[in-house]
């Protein structure tokens, strides 16, 4: 059974500070690795998706990494901000899933202090 | 375009109720979702459509019905629900959902629901 870890569960920086957020999973047989940002009250904006074949991706100040063989993701946030508070989600498509469904992690929450 | 939609935004009903939540994508994606998210915890994927037929139910109780009448539009029928069905009901889409590949999804802001 796939199983995904977020470490930390929360994280407090002051603002301009490099962070990297982890997930883990147990199993490696995935289709894709997916980072979703969620501000409270509020819906999954999604961030970076890593196919299985990738090893990372970059979007602005986020850089994501996947090692597949190593069951681990990182989530790379350069230069934080303010706005950049949000619980941060992994989650992975399992390939013996063959629907859809998404795995995921239990989330970091994220504070960027001004 | 990457918006998917939901209305209402709130919802307070009581468990005598019946009310729908509506959802809505203009992406030409084929596969949609309903997931549960309760406070502090991931969402919980309750059900998938595929080509506007369902897919998966995750053994979500009877009193959730869900109905994709059209390829862009999705609802889930509430009735007789209970208090700790209170959540945030998010929608998602994806291009199709693959036998060997997998598509990234696309969530709607979600409909805060309490139940009285």
């Known amino acids: 059974k796939q199983e995904v870890t977020q470490i930390p569960a929360a994280l407090s920086v002051p603002e301009g500070e490099n962070l990297v957020l982890n997930c883990s999973f147990t199993?490696?047989?995935?289709?894709?690795l997916q980072w979703f940002r969620q501000d409270p009250g509020k819906g999954l904006t999604s961030l970076l998706l890593i196919q299985s074949s990738q090893r990372e991706q970059t979007s602005g100040r986020l850089n994501a990494s996947l090692d597949k063989s190593s069951g681990r993701s990182t989530l790379y946030i350069a230069a934080s901000q303010p706005g950049d508070s949000a619980t941060y989600l992994c989650a992975v498509s399992p390939i013996y899933n063959q629907g859809g469904k998404l795995i995921f992690g239990q989330g970091t929450e994220l504070s960027v202090k001004p | 375009d990457t918006e998917v939609t939901q209305t209402p935004k709130h919802l307070v009903m009581g468990m005598t109720n019946k009310k729908s939540l509506k959802c809505e994508q203009h992406?030409?994606?084929?596969?949609m979702y309903w997931y549960k998210q309760k406070a502090k915890k991931p969402p919980e994927l309750m059900f998938v459509y595929s080509y506007e037929k369902l897919s998966i139910n995750e053994s979500v109780p009877s009193r959730f019905s869900p109905e994709c009448p059209n390829s862009s539009l999705l609802n889930l029928h509430l009735h007789a629900l209970q208090p700790e069905d209170s959540a945030l009901y998010l929608c998602a889409s994806s291009q199709r959902l693959g036998t060997g590949d997998s598509y990234e999804q696309y969530f709607g802001p979600g409909t805060r629901l309490t139940v009285t």
């Open positions: 199993d490696s047989a995935i289709y894709n």
């Open positions: 992406m030409g994606h084929r596969a």
